[in-house]
């Protein structure tokens, strides 16, 4: 019986953490493989709830955007110019360097907090776990200081 529960932990903590690296993937796979992709800045002009919109300049001024949107976030306050990688074929960009960097991995740090407590409890892994915590902790900490 107890290697059967350890058995649902161990899942139980490893669908959190690969659950985070996934939802993370699709905006992190932009800023960290951003080499041959269109680059520029865009300068935020309005916001809604979900998104803020602006004026895009690209380091290229071959290509043809004018205007681009950008998840809402703190950071993107109206006014603001920020530095954005285009995700190809869409009309959407993602902030680049550091705090974007960083911001692309925020649900990989909530699920290593979420799973912090499954490791310890449920594992009795206590070094394990402080770990975890330790790691999402900081990464949330990081994503907050560098926006």
Same mark, same amino acid.
């Given at each position: 019986? %107890?290697?059967? +529960?350890?058995?649902?932990?161990? #899942?139980?903590? #490893?669908? #959190?953490?690969? /659950? ?5 993937? $699709?905006?992190? =796979?932009? *800023? ?5 992709? &269109?680059? $520029?800045?865009? %300068?935020?002009?309005?916001?809604? &709830?979900?998104?803020?919109?602006? +004026? ?6 071959? =290509? ?9 976030? *703190? ?17 959407? @960009? ?5 705090? /974007?960097?960083?911001? @692309?991995?925020?649900?990989?740090? $909530? ?8 490791? $310890?409890?449920?594992? +009795?892994?206590? +070094?394990?776990?402080?770990? !975890?915590?330790? @790691? /999402?902790?900081? #990464?949330?900490? /990081?994503?907050? !200081?560098?926006?």
């Amino acid at each position: 019986m %107890t290697h059967a +529960r350890n058995a649902a932990m161990a #899942l139980v903590a #490893l669908l #959190l953490v690969v /659950g985070g690296a996934w939802s993370s993937w $699709g905006t992190a =796979q932009h *800023v960290l493989l951003s080499k041959g992709r &269109e680059h $520029g800045t865009l %300068t935020v002009t309005g916001c809604n &709830e979900e998104t803020c919109s602006g +004026r895009y300049v690209p380091e290229d001024p071959a =290509q043809p955007h004018s205007a681009l949107t950008i998840e809402h976030s *703190v950071a993107a306050a109206k006014g603001k110019t920020l530095p954005v990688v285009v995700k190809p074929g869409t009309e959407e @960009a993602v902030r680049t360097g550091w705090g /974007g960097g960083l911001h @692309a991995w925020l649900p990989l740090g $909530g699920a290593l907090l979420l799973a912090a407590p499954v490791v $310890g409890g449920g594992l +009795r892994m206590t +070094r394990t776990a402080w770990s !975890l915590a330790g @790691a /999402g902790a900081a #990464l949330l900490l /990081g994503a907050f !200081l560098a926006l």
